[in-house]
């Protein structure tokens, strides 16, 4: 039977696995070490999929894909992300010209506009269950037809009804480049990289929920409402078409059982495939059903999970909140116009493009640093990602407060951007490391796991907007922020010193 890594390297790579002493470690070299971490994930596929790459460096492993490849592939999908995400909050501007077409009141509009956030917490489930049997690419393309179908017509004859069902439905297919795009970017990038990979996956959709609200005003004022989807489904097609043509699947498990299926040298006897003979469907809707309960298994039974989804929820309903009451304290207490009102969400985006690009590369420079420092405890553990969350922890606070206070003190403009933009620089680099600790713990099944979190995210980000605008006006935006502020701060600060401190423990509960 054909070795493909040979046995003397595997022997070299379960050794170099083995190693944990401070001796080992202080006498690699960066370039030694790399390699014996490659090794050795040959050996960990090999053991999982009875086939693994012929080489460390063998071209067809994603990780050793040309760098351009990599980021058009980051590209692609976070430009489709960005557009599903803009959805979420084109309304805004237009609710008003919606409520009165549609002959719905302002809060059922409201709530018809907040009902996609259901749609992006339901439809990660079932696409990351299909994405780990069958692939990133083919539910990639499909839940982005899905999203162009029901979003293009949610708008069509002023209908209630329809645009309601197009609203939830579209977010279930928008929620595939929230599934997809951070565990692809991981399938080509390794755990040093992963600050990288973040920074690719993550720079165009932060944008998203800020961009909407902007294109959403200045269109409003040119042309009807329903071109706000119609346009955004334009979009998405171009994307989805670049993505047909030039994305190639990513996801090693997959890959490698393609490539063993051509090739039956590489399997092994008791990781051959059933007969042909049995029968199609149901081998696969058994596979399909373990998947699917993988998200809803990992979010109730690994404490860590339960943690990181419980505060990554509370991150995304406030930065949620700040989005959907921006342009009406812009409105109703700057007295400003609509289309002024509109680009302050540029604030947002500009928080976002820092945390993306500068957060990134901080992440793996705190990464490589902790790694050699904490070397004699083995292999690199997910908690390495938690100083960079404090970074997050402490900003997002710092941000709402000088956000609200400015706000009631009505002072200049730039003084309550500046706030909102410290907000979201540091709701974002909390959600990178967050991101981060999920993918390096649960690795292939990362779109899982990123399911599993994102649940009461998206659910939250359909209530939060509900009670926002009561919220400023019962308490004013210094006091309704600070509320905001210490909540976050409760939440935020603990949590990365539990996964610092117990983040070990909880793993082996959840086991």
Do not use: C
């Not at 401070?22 to 006498?27: G, H, L, R, T």
């Not at 860590?304 to 207490?333: D, E, K, P």
Request: aromatic share 12%; glycine share 10%; charged share 15%.
């Amino acid at each position: 039977m054909r070795d493909p890594i040979g046995s003397q390297e595997i022997s070299m790579a379960q050794a170099a696995s083995q190693q944990g002493g401070v001796e080992a470690q202080a006498i690699q070299t960066t370039d030694e070490r790399t390699r014996a971490e490659a090794m050795e994930r040959l050996v960990k596929l090999k053991e999982a999929y009875g086939a693994t790459w012929d080489r460390p460096d063998d071209p067809d492993d994603p990780y050793n894909w040309p760098n351009w490849r990599k980021i058009w592939t980051g590209v692609i999908f976070s430009f489709g992300q960005l557009v599903t995400l803009m959805s979420s909050g084109m309304m805004a501007a237009a609710l008003n010209d919606i409520s009165h077409d549609v002959g719905l009141s302002p809060s059922t509009t409201q709530l018809t506009s907040s009902i996609y956030f259901l749609g992006l917490a339901s439809g990660p489930l079932f696409i990351a269950a299909w994405s780990e049997m069958d692939g990133r690419k083919n539910i990639w393309i499909f839940s982005n037809i899905w999203y162009i179908l029901w979003n293009s017509a949610a708008p069509i004859g002023n209908s209630k009804a329809l645009l309601v069902l197009g609203r939830l439905l579209s977010g279930v297919g928008a929620s595939a480049g929230i599934t997809l795009t951070q565990p692809t970017m991981a399938d080509m990038y390794g755990k040093s990289e992963r600050g990288r990979s973040i920074a690719l996956a993550t720079f165009l959709p932060y944008l998203g929920p800020a961009l909407g609200p902007i294109v959403g005003g200045l269109a409003t004022g040119y042309m009807s409402w329903h071109w706000l989807f119609w346009i955004l489904s334009l979009v998405d097609a171009l994307a989805l078409i670049l993505g047909i043509f030039s994305i190639k699947e990513s996801y090693t498990p997959v890959l490698l059982k393609r490539k063993a299926a051509q090739d039956p040298g590489w399997l092994n006897v008791e990781k051959s495939p059933p007969p042909a003979h049995r029968m199609f469907w149901s081998r696969l809707a058994t596979q399909f059903g373990g998947n699917l309960k993988r998200p809803v298994t990992l979010l109730l039974k690994q404490p860590a999970v339960q943690l990181i989804s419980l505060v990554m929820a509370l991150n995304f309903g406030t930065y949620v909140l700040m989005i959907s009451t921006t342009a009406l304290m812009w409105l109703n207490h700057y007295h400003q116009s609509e289309t002024d009102s509109s680009l302050h969400y540029l604030a947002f985006s500009v928080g976002a493009t820092i945390s993306a690009q500068v957060g990134g590369r901080a992440m793996d420079w705190s990464y490589k640093k902790l790694r050699v420092r904490y070397a004699s405890q083995g292999q690199a553990r997910p908690e390495l990602r938690v100083p960079f969350m404090l970074v997050g922890a402490v900003l997002s606070p710092v941000g709402l407060l000088w956000y609200g206070w400015s706000a009631e003190a009505k002072l200049q403009w730039i003084m309550p951007d500046i706030g909102a933009a410290i907000f979201t620089g540091g709701n974002f680099v909390f959600s990178q490391g967050m991101t981060a600790y999920l993918l390096d713990e649960f690795g292939e099944f990362g779109a899982s796991a990123t399911a599993a979190s994102r649940i009461f995210s998206y659910a939250i980000g359909f209530v939060f907007p509900i009670f926002a605008p009561q919220l400023y006006n019962n308490l004013g935006y210094g006091w309704g922020s600070t509320l905001l502020a210490l909540l976050t701060l409760a939440l935020g600060l603990p949590a990365p010193l539990i996964l610092w401190l117990l983040g070990n423990k909880l793993r082996k509960l959840g086991r």
